[in-house]
């Protein structure tokens, strides 16, 4: 298992589920999700076999080396298989906060997302707050996916911010939501 240079624990655990560094085994299921979910993430076309290659032996291999890398990404593990990704990225070392990235397997989307967004908060959490002592963590999303805000109110994040007709997807303009949770509030 590789280890990230700015964290001193690695493995970060909730009964069966846990979060451990990035594995570049999963590089391929990430891709594989990330294009099933492309309408809602910030890509602008699909991931090749080509591309997520030259992601994970250039820009992923480089932040477990980094005293403050810019991002700090995990595979979120059932049971020791890997069913989603995520971590913190755009990390502002200065002023304590980031955004929070997760998808999961589009399989599960459906009976568990719920479940596994609560979840993989919780893990998160753990890194942000106790391990690095950020003072804010948020969430980045385009308003289309109603379900992703009831299950971050469930774990505490607030309506923060809405920036109105912020992107343009699909021809039409969409509002994005920042939730965002707060240390010790």
Known sequence: MKVYKALNKQTFTVGQYTIVPIRYE?????????????????????????TQENYFNNVISELFK????????????????????????????VDKNAEISFIMNTDLEKEFFHNHWNLFL???????FDELNFH???????????????ALK???YIEDARLTEHCLIKDNFTDVLIYSKFHNL
């Not at 804010?136 to 009831?150: E, G, M, N, S």
């Open 122 to 128: 919780n893990l998160i959490e753990k890194v942000a």
């Open 136 to 150: 804010k963590i948020f969430v980045y999303a385009f308003d289309l996916r109603q379900h992703l805000y009831i």
């Open 26 to 50: 999963d590089r391929f299921e990430i891709m594989k999700w990330r294009n099933e979910q492309i309408y809602h993430l910030r890509q602008d076309k699909p991931l090749t076999i080509e």
């Open 154 to 156: 469930n774990s505490g």
């Open 66 to 93: 980094q005293d403050k890398p810019n991002q700090i990404l995990f595979s979120y593990m059932e049971n020791e298989v890997c069913i989603g990704y995520g971590g913190m990225v755009h990390i502002n070392w």
